[in-house]
Each structure stands twice: as structure tokens, then as C-alpha cells.
């Protein structure tokens, strides 16, 4: 299912609540009670986080291993259930094999922080704990960092879940 939350229902949480508790959800995952579990593919890696701050804003990507694929910004801006398009979770697919190629690049993340402005975090969620690296995003975007693929990677998925949001299929 493709949806965009709107902030403006009268359901809504506060932006920064409803993006810290979805953001939380992923952090404190526990595979196995998602039914993820290590495939041939993906060994060590069932799912990544792409964070990028914007000012006082941050944007955070979560790709899973079953395709589970969502973007959401600390000002609200909710997309969930990407990976229920093709598109979008061959894009996915992508991203969590670049993660799974360079994890040995990785550092371990105990940490929960977000990226301050023109920063990116990119977060592999494994089997083992968490582990990150984090740049300028110029660096990663300008192909000035050795994980630049990942990011470039992560990038396409945003642009596949882009299309949607813009082209949202018909029912």
C-alpha cells in the first residue's frame, strides 16, 4: 500500500513526534519479530538508513530487507508502503546490496543522533547491531567519499518513492 500521511488531519501528531516515534520504531526493530531474516543476499544487512540534515530539518530513508521502503522528514512529510511497487523495491534491493558490499567499511553506531545540516548518516541496521558512516553529503554526493554508491544508491530509492508521490497510482 502507497500512502502519504497528511499532517493537517486531525489525527496527526505533533511532525516532530510522529517522525521521532516511526524513526524510534526502526531503530528498536528486532528483526526476527519482523520476519527478517539472513538470505543469500543479505547475510549481515536486513534493512539501512539514508539521513540527511537540511537546516533544521532531516529527511530519513528506511529500506528493509523485505522490501518494507518509507521516507520521512522531521516536518511531517510521511511516505509509507513503497515497497509495495516494483520500482520501488528493486531500488531497495540496490541500496541494502551496496550496504551489504561495504559493511566492513562501517563503523558500529550505538547512537541514536541525526545528521546536522549538510550532513549524512548512513545507518546499516545487521544482524550483529547497528553501524554507520557519516559525511558531508557533498562528499558522498560529489563522489568525493569511497561509499559514495551507497549513497547514490539510497538516492535512487528517494527518486523512485519522488515518482510515486507525484504519479501516485490509480486505485
Same mark, same amino acid.
Given at each position: 500500500m502507497?500512502?502519504?500521511?497528511?499532517?493537517?488531519?486531525?489525527?496527526?501528531s505533533d511532525p516532530r513526534e510522529l517522525y521521532d516515534g516511526l524513526r524510534g520504531e526502526i531503530?528498536?526493530?528486532?528483526?526476527?519479530?519482523?520476519s527478517l531474516h539472513p538470505t543469500p543476499e543479505l547475510p549481515r544487512v536486513w534493512g539501512a538508513l539514508l539521513e540527511t540534515g537540511?537546516?533544521?530539518?532531516? @529527511?530519513?530513508?528506511?529500506?528493509? /530487507?523485505? $522490501?518494507?521502503?518509507? #521516507?520521512?522528514?522531521?516536518s511531517g512529510f510521511v511516505i509509507i508502503g513503497g515497497g509495495a511497487h516494483l520500482q520501488v523495491v528493486s531500488a531497495t534491493q540496490q541500496f541494502l546490496a551496496a550496504v551489504e558490499d561495504s559493511l566492513d567499511s562501517f563503523e558500529p553506531d550505538p547512537g541514536t543522533?541525526?545528521?546536522?545540516?549538510?550532513?549524512?548518516?548512513?545507518?546499516?541496521l545487521?544482524?550483529?547491531?547497528?553501524?554507520?558512516?557519516? @559525511?558531508?553529503?557533498?562528499?558522498? /554526493?560529489? $563522489?568525493?567519499?569511497? #561509499?559514495?554508491?551507497?549513497?547514490?544508491?539510497?538516492?535512487?530509492?528517494?527518486?523512485?518513492l519522488r515518482v510515486l508521490h507525484d504519479n501516485p497510482p490509480q486505485a
Open positions: 502507497f500512502r502519504r500521511r497528511d499532517r493537517t488531519k486531525s489525527d496527526a531503530l528498536d526493530l528486532d528483526p526476527a519479530s519482523a537540511y537546516g533544521n530539518e532531516v @529527511a530519513t530513508l528506511v529500506s528493509l /530487507g523485505d $522490501g518494507t521502503t518509507s #521516507l520521512y522528514t522531521t543522533d541525526l545528521p546536522s545540516d549538510a550532513e549524512t548518516i548512513i545507518r546499516a545487521t544482524y550483529d547491531g547497528r553501524k554507520s558512516v557519516r @559525511a558531508p553529503e557533498e562528499e558522498f /554526493g560529489y $563522489g568525493r567519499h569511497p #561509499l559514495a554508491p551507497i549513497f547514490h544508491a539510497g538516492e535512487a530509492v528517494i527518486s523512485e
